[in-house]
């Protein structure tokens, strides 16, 4: 009964070496069919999603050239305002200098018109009476 105890435990040994082989055959085989779907499947998205990545930087860096470029301008428009409002108080003031100096001219020696001759003969100077 010894003998046929051994038996049966070297063949129980062969089969699960044998189950032990094929089980690792079928990993190597299953490994070799996950690295072709990462090269098929996955690599082609990983570089889909760089190449999406490439362009969002690209209009990123171009959004910030317009920002900058709205921002020169305002800075340009706010200046050109700024020279608006100057001149416009220097127009203000040489409008008073204007009043001024026509009211402190005597009332005789005020511009009483044009004549109709004037204007045919070229003469932009007003006549005095």
Known sequence: MAGVAELIAA???LISLAAIWMVSD???KSDANNREFYLMHIKTLK?????QKATLDAVMRRMGEVERQS????????RAEARAAVMENALRGL??????LDRSIPQRYRVAGRQAGDSAKGGDQPSVQ
């Open 11 to 13: 063949l129980s040994i």
């Open 26 to 28: 079928l990993m190597k």
């Open 47 to 51: 570089d889909a999603v760089a190449d």
């Open 71 to 78: 921002a020169a301008a305002r800075e340009t428009a706010e």
């Open 95 to 100: 409008a008073e200098g204007v009043a001024a």
